[in-house]
């Protein structure tokens, strides 16, 4: 079993900067890709960020140039740093990880964290 447990959301004002972390830890043998999503109130679940493990990311077209998703020094570790915050970033971002565990079969896995909320707002 693979658990992700995320952290830094909170309240910002526009223009200001949050950096959130995710930490993937459990039954792991390789992980395929790691990435963010959010939900704002009454809207679909969208992707913010994913990295393939060759380290290519891919981010929305709302967040480019404002947004950096990075590696931590920690295994299994990321973060999200969202500087230029705009209300219409607020919403609750998940963390993904797609992979395959460590077993006899290597099962593919599909984990998401709990949420953390990210607020925008004067």
């Known amino acids: 079993q693979v658990h992700l447990v995320e952290s830094g959301g909170g309240l910002v004002q526009p223009g200001g900067s949050l950096r959130l972390s995710c930490a993937a830890s459990?039954?792991?043998?390789?992980?395929?890709?790691m990435g963010w999503y959010r939900q704002a109130p009454g809207k679909q679940r969208e992707l913010v960020v994913v990295m393939t493990s060759d380290g290519r990311t891919n981010y929305a077209d709302s967040v480019k140039g404002r947004f950096t998703f990075s590696r931590g020094s920690v295994k299994n570790t990321v973060y999200l740093t969202m500087n230029s915050l705009k209300p219409e970033d607020t919403a609750v971002y998940y963390c993904?990880?797609?992979?395959?565990?460590?077993?006899?079969?290597?099962?593919?896995?599909?984990?998401w964290g709990q949420g953390t909320q990210v607020t925008v707002s004067s």
């Open positions: 459990g039954s792991i043998f390789a992980i395929n890709t």
């Open positions: 993904n990880v797609l992979g395959n565990s460590d077993n006899l079969y290597k099962t593919d896995f599909d984990a």
